[in-house]
């Protein structure tokens, strides 16, 4: 969100699921599609197989979309910069470059030619471990096409300079003229089912409703009076992370917290310092469906209800706001989320009156340009797409059509920087992490389905043959994985999928909670940890241990 933000003016999926058909070329990078967002991916399949697009698939990892991938190049993780750079060189010494685009509609262009001159992909592959011959093949395949559409996900974001890996992605597609047409675009795929929902209603840390500033005092003025609260009330602060906010704890600065719908014992870097922060914390509360690890130290439960259970509006991947309606009732004492909020916010004083979820949509679209227009009568056909400023506009299927949301498209130079924590003689692997099609997230609830934890019951670690047999491991034996932060016990998986070098865990286990290895350093400018890239080593032991340590 904060890359293209920056590059275009806008943080959001910039085309539709069913236009991914129309690319004549898919660059996937940081994405394991048919795993984390398994729906969408067919439309790649589906792509590829039947209207003779080209895949360029980027991944350390052998995924399943290597089995449709035209090109499949597996760079040594964390050198995504220097790969794009690369591309970008190549683009423009190739004479690539859509010079009409890029006169009329972008601006930056010679600081990022400056910037990716010395970026020969001869010079990238000393970093990425790839032949120039197969960097060389990407930009030309990305920039000739007709129709070309990049999609990423948190294999690019994860990482100490994941701002920078949006913001030269984008360079790609600005270069190249490859958005604002269906079957192109930037196309960030979002890891959670609301999570574009929840960063549009200001669920960040720097922004009211709509990416509004609490910076800017404008916008504090107009939320202060849709809002019936006091101007000054209203802070021109950022807030904190939630790794800022465990910090916070620590050091003193914060006494108490409320979770949502959030398990940060498990999904949160380094979870020795999360425990250490939420072990001191003054008064710890809970909002959520189901008892978990973070539960066990909460002072107090919300019982909440689930998405099946309550009413309101879950905005999608594609930025398409779509009706949620319940089919059962909330057992016991769980309510919706809105209505513990509103007691809550009235037990402390306010006077919060409303009746219904449609109430509080009313108030947030009045105050939103981007769902101006929307209202409960409208979405319920089948949702709209934002922006949608008047009650008569359509909805945007595709974003910056003839124009940026930000004017002009913003070429931004951004440099290769290595990842925070590099291997060595101790620590000689690189550990990333990731998702598996049969477990979600924190596991909080698809392992309370039998039939999916029958099928994958687990934590394996995947290791490399090569590896495997230099240190006398075998599939199946337990390994023993440590960083410098903390070790868990788990079974081997010898493949092939995992390059040499690397090995890959899943964060579904909470017996085997992989986040007590990941790093807790943070990119900069977006605050995401590196979950993607840590250093580790293994050894294997003869029998299992205390799974975690």
Not at 468 to 475: E, K, Q
Request: net charge negative; with cysteine; proline share 7%.
């Amino acid at each position: 969100m904060a890359g293209l933000a920056a590059t275009v003016g806008s943080g959001a999926m910039t085309n539709s699921i069913k236009d991914i058909v129309e690319a004549d070329v898919l660059l996937v990078t940081g994405s394991n599609t048919t795993e984390a967002h398994p729906v969408l991916s067919l439309q790649m399949k589906r792509a590829v197989r039947e209207r003779g697009a080209r895949l360029i698939l980027i991944d350390p990892r052998r995924i399943e979309l290597a089995d449709f991938a035209y090109l499949h190049l597996r760079q040594k993780p964390g050198t995504d910069v220097a790969l794009f750079n690369a591309m970008a060189h190549a683009i423009i010494a190739h004479d690539w470059v859509n010079e009409r685009f890029v006169r009329e509609c972008t601006e930056g262009f010679e600081a990022v030619k400056t910037a990716v001159a010395d970026w020969t992909p001869e010079r990238a592959a000393i970093v990425t471990g790839l032949p120039p011959s197969k960097i060389v093949a990407a930009a030309r395949m990305y920039a000739m096409a007709k129709n070309s559409a990049i999609f990423w996900a948190m294999g690019i974001t994860q990482y100490t300079t994941g701002t920078d890996n949006v913001k030269a992605l984008s360079n790609l597609a600005l270069l190249t003229g490859q958005i604002g047409r269906p079957g192109t675009g930037l196309n960030p795929l979002r890891g959670q089912n609301n999570v574009q929902g929840a960063c549009d209603l200001g669920g960040l840390v720097n922004v009211f409703p709509g990416y509004q500033k609490v910076a800017d005092e404008a916008a504090r003025r107009k939320f202060a009076a849709g809002w019936g609260v006091p101007y000054e009330s209203l802070s021109p602060v950022p807030g904190l992370t939630v790794t800022e906010m465990m910090n916070g704890v620590v050091d003193g600065r914060i006494k108490g917290m409320y979770i949502m719908g959030e398990n940060p014992m498990l999904s949160d870097p380094n979870l020795n310092h999360v425990r250490h922060a939420l072990s001191q914390i003054e008064f710890l509360a809970l909002q959520d469906i189901f008892m978990n690890e973070t539960a066990e130290m909460a002072h107090v439960i919300l019982p909440a209800a689930s998405f099946a259970e309550k009413s309101g509006t879950f905005t999608n991947t594609e930025r398409r706001v779509q009706l949620v309606r319940p089919v059962l009732s909330a057992p016991g004492e769980a309510r919706p989320d809105w209505q513990i909020i509103t007691e809550i916010a009235n037990r402390m004083g306010h006077d919060w009156s409303y009746d219904s979820p449609e109430d509080i949509f009313t108030e947030m679209a009045a105050l939103t340009p981007q769902y101006a227009g929307m209202s409960y009568e409208r979405l319920a056909p089948g949702g709209l797409q934002w922006p949608c400023p008047t009650p008569d506009h359509p909805g945007t299927p595709v974003l910056h059509v003839g124009q940026f949301a930000r004017g002009k498209g913003l070429l931004i130079p951004v440099d290769y920087k290595p990842p925070m924590e590099v291997t060595d003689g101790e620590y000689p692997f690189i550990l990333s992490t990731g998702r598996i099609l049969f477990h979600w997230h924190g596991g909080t609830m698809s392992r309370r389905s039998p039939g999916l934890e029958a099928i994958a019951p687990a934590a394996e670690v995947e290791i490399n043959p090569a590896d495997a047999a230099a240190y006398g491991i075998g599939d199946g034996d337990w390994v023993r994985v440590a960083s410098r932060r903390g070790q868990v016990v788990t079974e081997a998986k010898v493949t092939e999928r995992s390059p040499v070098g690397t090995v890959f865990m899943t964060f579904h286990y909470a017996e085997v909670a992989v986040n007590l290895l990941t790093i807790d350093a943070v990119d900069p400018t977006a605050k995401i940890p590196e979950y993607k890239v840590c250093a580790v080593k293994i050894e294997k032991v003869e029998q299992p241990e205390e799974l975690a340590v």
